[in-house]
């Protein structure tokens, strides 16, 4: 099984506030991933190697991104049954309510990212986001940069002062 993470410098060697950008963070930015409009997710060619595979071996990232599928997107499926309980495409990222809560946001994101070499959208004018969906975007982030800087890559000074205070454990 294939639980380590990919660890893309497009995440670890920026700040937080660069790998999101210009943002707005509130409820109505939320994404419905039940909805008819997010059916194409259902029916992506699970034929692909995953990309992730998590320790327990029950989900797995599949990245589609070929000619049909636009912005590429990275889907999460249980791996008996091929079920989509997930999704990241265009910045737009959903978990079913059933696996929330599980880390699986990390891998959807880190997956993708690694794969383009950049970030998943394009946030020049800025984007909607969540507030779950931020804080995963805040986690993947600090996942990055702590297993990066854990694996001795060269994370720069001002990503690691960044992430300093938000990793300090709060006062006992």
Same mark, same amino acid.
């Given at each position: ?8 410098? =497009?995440?670890? @060697?920026?700040?937080? #506030? ?9 409820? /109505? ?10 059916? %194409? ?5 699970? #034929? ?27 889907? %999460? ?8 309980? $997930?999704?990241? =495409? @265009?910045?737009?990222?959903?978990? #079913?309510? #059933?696996?929330? @809560? %599980?880390?699986?946001?990390?891998? +959807? ?6 794969? +383009?070499?950049?970030s998943a959208y394009d946030n020049r004018s800025g984007l909607g986001f969540s507030p ?12 990055? !940069?702590?297993?990066? /800087?854990?694996? $001795?890559?060269? !994370?720069?000074?001002?990503?690691m002062e960044e992430e300093a205070p938000r990793s300090a454990p709060g006062p006992s």
């Open positions: 099984m294939n639980a380590r993470l990919p660890l893309p410098r =497009a995440v670890w @060697g920026v700040t937080l #506030d660069e790998f999101v950008g210009p943002r707005m963070v509130g409820p /109505a930015f939320g994404v419905d991933g039940r909805s008819e409009e997010y059916d %194409l997710f259902r029916d992506a060619p699970w #034929d692909l190697a995953p990309a992730w595979i998590s320790g327990d071996g029950r989900h797995a990232v599949h990245i589609v991104s070929d000619d049909d599928w636009d912005p590429p997107t990275s889907v %999460l499926v249980e791996t008996e049954g091929g079920t989509c309980v $997930g999704f990241y =495409a @265009g910045g737009e990222l959903w978990i #079913d309510e #059933d696996r929330r @809560g %599980l880390g699986l946001s990390t891998p +959807l994101i880190l997956c993708l990212v690694d794969r +383009l070499g950049k779950a969906g931020y804080a995963a975007h805040a986690a993947a982030h600090r996942t990055a !940069v702590e297993q990066a /800087a854990a694996a $001795g890559m060269p !994370v720069p000074r001002r990503v």
